[in-house]
């Protein structure tokens, strides 16, 4: 009775589990121990399998793959597409990696994933799939429905046929709907040009700003000479938004996460490793800071009330600052602004800081006379440097990150502590510079 029960159960988790999708499979597999994972993969139909293995974390695939048959690994690595067996692969130790590569991926294959695993490991050809289906354009519809119905590739990757010349230079891509729905027109008809191309050594955030910019499916990767080499598909170029999303809010907020496990796994030193390192770039360059307000020592002493206002000039500063950086650095991910356009971004921010830092000082001097009792020196001082601080982190915040992408340097990095320190530091010396020339002592 009991083994008739656990014969049902089992057959009612394949059906379950065969219906959900990888992502979520994964998910459910995470914290599972290795017998029960190897179970429930044992279970999914191939295709299914294969993809959610794609999707387990690096210890979990070491796991399964040390407690594997042969047999077990050999059915695996057939049905993994080539670029989640690179990914795969970059994950595990290299005594892994040489003995999968030695005794399981074989004949083309090997020589397709040894040229994969060259690429460096942010570019696109480390991430490309070589699986696509390309005919030259002089081929009728009916070839093509030939080669559709004798390829081996799943369906997703034959909604676009890449359509090439004669020299095998790509040309654009017709949808296979349109081929079945009609048969009568030329490819040259049905064709749909490509507004833009990768190569395999591009930055793979290229990927990303294309599938946005264009609303690309898939995004093709051509070598030098303009043949098509492989393809990016959507999935991935999600990925990769989201992998360069999480590094940009990290480098905007000062936090160097070097790890890819979950925050309440990761033990409080590493988490502390990883933010400590901004701070203590921020601390020395706070420095000169602390030399400006030495410098400015007797003007202080002098007059006490100005050191109640540096602190709400030095956050409108960073703080407009911080709103330049962030909108000029959305503008260079979707290709509307570059570094030849940094003179129209400094006249650009110019004016919105004028008008921004004009409705501050109004507001600020309305603030300081109901509630303060300082002289008339003393407010126009505080707007004076006001005005100057807000409108010249503007520039600054609009400026650097178009110089940073210019010497290839990830803008988001000037969106953050840098800003703050620099915007910190001009902020005083206009404050007191101002203060020096206006207030009578």
């Known amino acids: ?17 065969n219906q959900m999708d990888p992502v979520d499979l994964a998910d459910r597999l995470r914290g599972m121990d290795p017998v029960s994972v190897a179970l429930w993969l044992k279970l999914l139909e191939k295709d299914k399998a294969a993809d959610t293995f794609a999707e387990l974390d690096a210890d979990t695939k070491r796991e399964l793959i040390d407690s594997y048959t042969d047999d077990a690994i050999r059915s695996l690595i057939k049905e993994l597409d080539e670029d989640e067996l690179v990914d795969t692969l970059q994950e595990l130790p290299a005594n892994m990696v040489r003995r999968l590569m030695d005794e399981f991926v074989t004949g083309e294959r090997r020589v397709i994933v040894n040229k994969l695993l060259g690429y460096p490991e942010d570019s696109v050809g480390a991430i490309m799939t070589v699986e696509f289906l390309s005919i030259k354009a002089s081929s009728g519809a009916e070839y093509i429905l030939e080669r559709v119905l004798r390829s081996p590739l799943d369906g997703d990757k034959l909604e676009q046929i890449w359509i090439t010349d004669d020299s095998l230079v790509l040309l654009g891509y017709v949808y296979l709907a349109d081929v079945m729905r009609f ?7 049905l064709l749909n040009p490509l507004p833009r191309t990768v190569e395999a050594l591009d930055d793979q955030e290229l990927v990303a700003k294309l599938a946005y910019r264009y609303d690309l499916s ?15 598909p959507l999935e991935d170029a999600i990925d990769i938004m989201h992998e360069e999303y999480e590094e940009d809010l990290s480098n905007i907020h000062g936090v160097q996460d070097t790890s890819d496990e979950d925050y309440l796994e990761r033990s409080s030193f590493a988490i502390a490793k990883d933010r400590t390192t901004w701070l203590i770039i921020c601390l020395i360059t706070a420095t000169m800071t602390g030399f400006i307000i030495q410098r400015y020592e007797s003007l202080l002493a002098s007059s006490v009330a100005l050191a109640a206002y540096i602190p709400m000039l030095m956050d409108s500063g960073g703080n407009a600052g911080t709103q ?10 979707t290709g509307k602004v570059h570094f030849r356009n940094i003179f129209s971004v400094m006249s650009k921010e110019l004016k919105v800081g004028l008008i921004t830092g004009t409705i501050l000082v109004a507001v600020n001097f309305v603030r300081m006379t109901l509630l303060g009792d300082h002289g008339l020196s003393i407010s126009l001082t505080v707007s004076a440097t006001l005005l100057l601080t807000v409108t010249l982190s503007k520039i600054i915040g609009g400026v650097l990150p178009l110089i940073a992408d210019k010497v290839h340097v990830d803008p988001t990095v000037m969106a953050g502590p840098i800003i703050t320190t620099l915007v910190d530091t001009f902020a005083l010396l206009i404050y007191f510079e101002v203060a020096t020339h206006l207030i009578n002592l």
Request: zero cysteines; hydrophobic letters at 35%; a negative charge.
């Open 1 to 17: 009775m009991t083994r008739n029960y656990d014969v049902d159960a089992i057959k009612s988790l394949k059906n379950e589990i």
């Open 218 to 232: 898939e995004i093709p990767v051509t070598d030098s000479e303009g043949r098509l080499i492989g393809t990016v």
């Open 183 to 189: 048969k009568e027109q030329s490819v040259e008809e």
């Open 324 to 333: 330049s950086s962030t909108t000029v650095i959305r503008a260079l991910y």
